[in-house]
């Protein structure tokens, strides 16, 4: 095992209209895509378009839609260790003016304890909270046999707070700072009295503040990305988080600001697609923005 993600299974439903109906209205869309999502699924897809195959412990329903989802993971070759569900989890995503709204269906309610794995030469761990249980056990287990382990910290859960214990780079959404009532700047603090290494706050179009080993705060600033060919920003963040726990595991000798710049590029092509699957960055893909996109002055 190379590396494992810990989440919860979606199949995501993107929809692109310029008009969300009410009442008994009808409309019509101009494209659709329906493809796996939740954010450590779709960063561990991510990183294995990248090259590196992680392993994969998510919600698993005995349904339809988790037999679509298997076979997906099955054609980027990705071991899916399932805990099982009743009925799998739903997003309808609306894009819209570079924002996204999103009608969830979850079912988290868990039928099975999370499988144990023996975690035989993995080098790293990425959660994003969700089955909470499992991510506190395998990331003591990382960090004892010295694995890196990484967090989306999107928002609060339950576990949060003691999760952070045990996390070495958490890269946190600003809705986490209004959950905790904190600015950027507190949220950054909170990280570092946790004991996280590497710490960051994506704001979207403003880019990401963030600290390294020393603790010194920096500033990320987004790429200059055409309104006009901004489509989806929705799984964008996951995109970012699977390129850059990619990238260090690729080259784990560059400092954290290139695996950052890294991703960064990766968020900006995902961007552009219709999908989170359409949206998964090649190194190619992420070359070509890296060279034609220049960050903001």
Not at 141 to 164: F, H, K, P
Request: proline content about 4%.
């Amino acid at each position: 095992m190379d590396a494992l993600f810990i989440g919860q299974t979606y199949i995501d439903v993107t929809f692109l209209t310029d008009h969300i109906p009410t009442g008994d209205e009808k409309t019509v869309a101009e494209d659709y895509a329906v493809s796996f999502g939740g954010n450590a699924v779709t960063a561990a897809f991510c990183c294995a378009k990248l090259g590196i195959v992680p392993d994969l412990i998510t919600s698993l329903a005995d349904d339809w839609l988790g037999r679509m989802f298997l076979d997906m993971a099955a054609k980027y070759a990705i071991p899916v260790h399932g805990r099982k569900v009743k009925e799998s989890s739903l997003s309808f995503v609306l894009p819209n003016g570079g924002k996204r709204a999103i009608i969830r269906c979850r079912d988290d309610h868990y039928l099975h304890p999370f499988p144990t794995l023996y975690l035989n030469g993995c080098r790293g761990l990425h959660l994003d909270g969700h089955q909470g249980d499992a991510a506190i056990h395998y990331a003591k287990v990382c960090r004892e046999i010295g694995a890196v382990t990484s967090l989306d910290g999107g928002g609060l859960r339950d576990n949060t707070m003691e999760l952070l214990e045990y996390i070495d780079v958490a890269i946190c959404a600003e809705r986490l700072a209004e959950q905790l009532n904190v600015t950027d700047a507190g949220l950054l603090d909170i990280l570092k009295s946790k004991g996280v290494k590497i710490g960051g706050v994506t704001r979207g179009e403003r880019g990401m503040v963030w600290y390294d080993e020393t603790g010194e705060i920096k500033y990320q600033p987004p790429l200059v990305v055409p309104s006009a060919a901004i489509i989806d920003t929705s799984g964008a963040g996951d995109i970012f988080h699977g390129a850059y726990f990619y990238s260090r595991l690729a080259y784990p000798d560059e400092p954290w600001e290139k695996h950052f710049d890294f991703a960064r590029a990766a968020a900006a092509h995902k961007i552009q697609k219709l999908g989170n699957e359409a949206g998964l960055p090649s190194l190619r893909d992420i070359q070509i923005v890296q060279n034609d996109f220049k960050v903001v002055a």
